[in-house]
């Protein structure tokens, strides 16, 4: 009886780590060798390299606050190889649930 209690809360404590890494990011586009550094925009007007847009990502803001989902865009960019990130704002699933979500774009320059 004693190994059960041992070996459940082991298993208990295995499935919490783990279910805590999970990443609700979602990426849709290219994936490129990944970069260092990522330039951040909040409008496509103020980037001033040509550039082209790589790929969408998206943020649920019931899982991310704007500090941790500016974050998470900016580390899913430097792992899809982006340049930079112009962060879009916030947009809505539709449907009858509808829920809010962080949008980015994720761009790459023009060398």
Not at 35 to 57: M, R
Request: with cysteine; glycine share 8%; net charge neutral.
């Amino acid at each position: 009886m004693k190994l059960y209690k041992i070996t459940f809360f082991i298993l208990l404590f295995v499935t919490g780590f783990f279910s805590s890494c999970i990443s609700y990011l979602s990426y849709i586009g290219d994936t490129l060798p990944p970069t260092n550094n990522v330039d951040v925009y909040y409008d496509a007007k103020d980037v001033k390299k040509a550039y082209k847009v790589i790929g969408h990502i998206s943020a649920p803001s019931s899982t991310y606050n704007e500090r941790d989902a500016k974050f998470e865009i900016i580390e899913k960019a430097k792992k899809v190889g982006s340049d930079g990130v112009i962060i879009v704002g916030m947009d809505f699933t539709g449907g009858k649930d509808s829920s809010p979500y962080y949008k980015a774009d994720a761009i790459k320059y023009n060398d």
